[in-house]
């Protein structure tokens, strides 16, 4: 079993639209869950992280945790053009993260 | 605003020849990593490094590779006899903490892309 598992997509939306991103994951002593967004050509570059269990908002975007199912979720409201990227989410290990495939995301005016 | 800068961004090299990559992670960080992401799939740690020693490698990173901090602000990456299969796009990142502290928050290049032909 991976790791980490994410809905690779593409995935493509209008602006406004609320977008859920998703990824399953299978070790349960994973404490610490990011999102990283990925813009072309371009290195990860941290979003949102979340330790354990719960919600957390930042503007437009909110994380959410539910360990029992081992689930990761990120919300994007009023998704913008400027969202467009990958959107990659990430565990946090001892030394390393492990990221899953990443979700295409096309937000269209 | 301080970042990881990564040189070169794109190298050509024929199998079997060493190649190596270099970063200059943020000044202040402490902890420097390799990953590497093949075309259309995961972004894969490879290693990473700290007080001058690796701290963790995955299986990827074999005898064929390896990671110096020969200065106080570059950190590389040498392959020593490339293969097909490195084709990649390699990244560094730093960060100020690790492990059970860090909030997962790695500062990263923009990437070298590595074609072996």
């Known amino acids: 079993q991976k790791e980490v598992e994410q809905d690779p997509g593409p995935l493509s939306v209008p602006e406004g639209a609320i977008v859920s991103l998703n990824c399953t994951y299978s070790?349960?002593?994973?404490?610490?869950f990011m999102w990283y967004r990925q813009y072309s050509r371009k290195g990860p570059e941290l979003l949102m992280y979340t330790y354990s269990s719960g919600n957390k908002e930042d503007g437009r975007f909110t994380a959410q945790v539910d360990k029992s199912s081992k689930y990761i979720s990120l919300f994007i409201r009023d998704s913008q053009p400027s969202d467009s990227a990958t959107y990659l989410c990430?565990?946090?290990?001892?030394?390393?993260?492990?990221f899953g495939q990443g979700t295409r995301l096309t937000i269209n005016p | 605003e301080p970042e990881v800068t990564q040189t070169p961004s794109h190298q050509v090299t024929q199998m079997g020849q060493e190649v190596i990559l270099r970063c200059v992670p943020i000044?202040?960080?402490?902890?420097f990593y390799w990953y590497r992401q093949i075309l259309g799939q995961k972004v894969e740690f490879l290693v990473s490094?700290?007080?001058?020693?690796?701290?963790?490698k995955s299986e990827i990173f074999d005898d064929q590779f390896s990671v110096e901090r020969p200065d106080g602000s570059n950190f590389t990456l040498k392959i020593r006899s490339t293969k097909l299969e490195d084709s990649a796009m390699y990244f560094c990142a730093s960060s100020r903490l690790a492990g059970a502290a860090n909030t997962g928050e790695l500062f990263f290049g923009e990437g070298s892309r590595l074609t072996v032909l």
């Open positions: 490094f700290y007080n001058n020693e690796i701290s963790e």
């Open positions: 000044s202040n960080h402490l902890y």
């Open positions: 990430a565990i946090q290990g001892a030394q390393k993260l492990v």
């Open positions: 070790n349960s002593a994973f404490q610490y």
